[in-house]
């Protein structure tokens, strides 16, 4: 059985943003008042993050046997956050400073 590539959470999020693309040139001012509609799901967005987050963190360390390999994996993840933190800083400052918005 085949489903059909409307259904595909991807195809749909990728027709959402020419939808909004397409509003967003052709009726400005009608985007301009759906402006809160947008910010209200960025807030709905932002409340629901952290629970989310924090269930999947508990719910990982209850999975482990020991303590010990909660503290490695706690390493880890200490260790990844850093160098991909580091990456995307050196990245953003290489676009801003190649880019320089703002300059005129």
């Not at 909004?20 to 400005?28: D, E, V």
């Not at 967005?45 to 020991?66: H, L, N, Q, R, Y």
């Amino acid at each position: 059985m085949k489903t059909s590539i409307f259904k595909s959470l991807y195809v749909q999020v990728l027709t959402a943003i020419a939808i909004g693309i397409l509003l967003g040139h052709f009726y400005p001012e009608l985007g301009a008042q759906m402006k809160p509609f947008g910010d209200a799901f960025v807030k709905l967005i932002k409340m629901v993050i952290a629970p989310v987050i924090f269930c999947t963190v508990v719910t990982g360390i209850a999975g482990m046997e020991s303590m010990k390999a909660v503290g490695r994996t706690g390493a880890v993840a200490l260790l990844y956050f850093e160098v991909v933190s580091t990456i995307a800083l050196i990245i953003g400052l290489i676009i801003v400073n190649v880019v320089q918005p703002g300059a005129g």
